[in-house]
């Protein structure tokens, strides 16, 4: 590890944004444990449960490795210049991302060795819970390496070269595919050895919720991205707002996903409880919609949106306006996947057909 501490750079690879990969790795571990109470067929074991829990750790340490390795490869690329130049120019453009790079309080090589050396801690998890898991569980390592290898390899590739996904159009889709089903499902697997078809239905509005929230931050960043030559699926769209409907359409697909499952007789009945938090949804791309035709309008966060106990940093940094609709993207997320996980361990077998 580079001479910073592990705080340093926790704080460093953007924190808050760990919910993203933890969420829907807890919704998996939470639709295993209701999956041994109402599906005898799947038998439980102590281990498996811990190998469950071992796994937040190696989530954890991937996404925040994966992360500064996405500073390193953006500050080496010019992308953090370019953000300067637009500043200079009279556009708005956040500073945050590679801050303590451009401030000196670390190298773009420390940033490239601290994010290996949180992967390492990741793939020796992951190593741990493979041979456990085969020993004991009888898992099938095609699962596993599928599940491990794709992940890796589609995180680093997000901005990493030879294919820079991010920079072509693919970032969007990379992130669904990542923080939704190859998080959750393989959380389910890591605690039963099988696959069960509720964590599918439920895996996939992780991943559109997770798609609406770089896809918002990439309307965002819509002038910094262009100046950078970094194609997000905004830029190849051509315009915010057509980046604006993008963000309707995953929501309203996400809500789509978990009644379609309830529907189908796949999740109870009790999931339908996920639909108290559309209003948030609601006011979510209202504030969306307003950055692109009002973004002189200042907004202040409600307490319907979440903790904002940083608001006055935020603000003293500029950055407010980006904080407020990201953070409250991030937030339902977190709402609409634990809404989901807690019904469904609650959902008493109240299923439909």
């Not at 990969?21 to 807890?26: F, Q």
């Not at 290996?116 to 456990?132: E, K, P, R, Y």
């Not at 997000?232 to 499952?261: E, H, P, Q």
Request: net charge neutral.
């Amino acid at each position: 590890m580079p001479k910073q501490g592990l705080k340093f750079w926790f704080k460093a690879s953007r924190n808050p944004a760990l919910g993203q990969s933890i969420t829907p790795y807890i919704l998996g571990v939470l639709f295993a444990v209701a999956a041994w109470i109402y599906h005898p067929e799947i038998e439980f074991h102590l281990l498996g449960l811990a190998l469950g829990l071992l796994g937040v750790i190696g989530v954890g340490t991937a996404h925040t490795g994966i992360n500064l390795l996405d500073d390193y490869f953006d500050y080496t690329k010019g992308a953090v210049a370019e953000r300067e130049a637009l500043i200079d120019g009279g556009f708005r453009a956040r500073l945050l991302k590679c801050a303590y790079i451009t401030s000196g309080e670390a190298t773009a090589d420390e940033t490239r060795r601290a994010g290996w050396t949180f992967i390492s801690i990741a793939l020796l998890c992951g190593a741990i819970i493979f041979v456990l898991g085969f020993l004991f569980l009888g898992y099938d390592w095609r699962y596993v390496a599928l599940f491990a290898g794709l992940g890796l390899i589609l995180g680093v590739m997000y901005a990493g070269p030879p294919l820079r996904l991010s920079y072509h159009g693919f970032g969007e889709l990379v992130i669904g595919i990542v923080f939704g089903a190859l998080i959750a499902i393989p959380a389910f697997y890591l605690c039963t050895a099988q696959i069960h078809p509720s964590v599918i239905w439920a895996s996939i509005p992780c991943g559109l919720l997770t798609m609406n929230i770089v896809n918002t931050h990439a309307i965002m960043d819509y002038e910094s991205d262009k100046a950078a030559n970094r194609t997000t699926f905004v830029v190849l769209l051509g315009s915010k707002m057509a980046g604006f409907w993008v963000d309707v359409a995953l929501i309203t697909l996400s809500y789509g996903c978990i009644i379609t499952g309830v529907l189908l007789g796949h999740l109870p009945l009790t999931t339908f409880a996920v639909l108290i938090t559309v209003p948030v949804a609601v006011g979510f791309l209202r504030l969306v919609r307003l950055y692109i035709v009002k973004p002189e309008q200042e907004e202040t966060p409600q307490w319907w949106m979440g903790n904002f106990k940083q608001w006055g940093a935020y603000k003293k940094a500029g950055i407010e306006w980006f904080m407020l609709r990201w953070a409250l993207a991030r937030n339902l997320l977190i709402q609409f996947v634990l809404i989901v996980a807690i019904t469904n361990l609650l959902g008493f077998n109240l299923y439909l057909g």
